[in-house]
């Protein structure tokens, strides 16, 4: 006999959308995006305190590998700013962020460390918060991150082989 | 989904509804509220780490909870699977959205697996949030309990059955066409079939 229960739910939700009263879409998302403006300044600020940090704790050519915990906060903290990057020219800086929290998880499933292993992602992100990558470049400079993934995976594989 | 563009007539009236945001960071949680705010929520708990979190589950029910994938030094799935097992019934059925920066596809398969309705990510856009919580308002979703999975009904697109998998409900459907079962009867063709005769003794 099946252990699997299926029942219906209703959600409280279901009373509160599509109904005669309250707000049109149209309105509360208009509001919304007013709302998350009068942001930017507390998000910018937000952002540029994130990269430093991940500056200071991986930039600068580190030498030695960061402790695991240390590489998870890498993660966090990058995934966290991408929260602040909304209007142009910051969604470039969240497609960096990201490859460099996929970078990062990388690392972290090995014991292998270049000098500066996060160097390219965290400049890039640096750049691109500053305005200086078109965004036709972009793509590219993301494809090269991804090839410094490959290149460390190819070299791990030759020390350990 | 029904992108709130495509119904900007309909309504909502959120001033009533309880949302607990979940984020280790307060520009996170800001950013959510704001939003929310701008919805018409009146009530927006906010919830910095997974302690907190679990406090307001156990005092307090939830419309709706929006939790980041990485909470504090944990893991925004634990959280959500441990709401689904073991929250008061109220909170347990509750509808979640799992929000992240990052997700890789090994990620978007654990939140949903750990009973997130929904995935969205970060950097936040309005409309999606949006659109997601009106899905919510205008969509029943089965809810399952089972010794491996608690919580929405997984299969709510209806793209069939895994393609690798012949089903496991009895009512499984293959995404495949199946063969007619028959040309359709005229109803002489009914009559020639099923005219009661009368039997001549």
Known sequence: ????????????????????????????????????EQTAGVRWAALDEGLQELVRMIGHGRAERPGDDELKHVRRTASSIIACCMEQPLPSVARVLAKLCEMTDSLLASRYWVAGALDPAIELALLCRRGEVPEAHVGPLLDALDACIARYRAEEEDVTA | MVAPADKPELRLDLRSAHVLCADSTSIGL?????????????????ACGPQEFRDWIKKKTFDLIIVDAEIGDHEGFELIRALRTSAPEANRVVPVVCVSGYLPKSRVVAARDCGANFVVAKPLSAGVLLDRIVWLGRHDRLFVESPNYV????????????????????????????????????????????KPQRLGL
């Open chain 1, 1 to 36: 006999m099946s252990k699997v229960k299926l029942r219906p739910v209703r959600y409280r939700l279901r009373d509160m959308v599509g109904g005669t009263r309250g707000v049109r879409v149209s309105e509360a998302l208009a509001r919304a995006e007013a709302n998350l």
């Open chain 2, 30 to 46: 800001d950013i959510i509220a704001q939003i929310l705010h701008g919805f018409g929520v009146a009530q927006v708990v906010r």
């Open chain 2, 151 to 194: 919580g929405p009904d997984r299969r709510f697109k209806n793209s069939g059955i895994p393609s690798d998998t012949g089903g496991r409900r009895a009512g499984d459907l293959s995404v495949n066409v199946g063969h007619p079962i028959g040309a359709n009867m005229s109803q002489d063709e009914i009559d020639g079939m099923l």
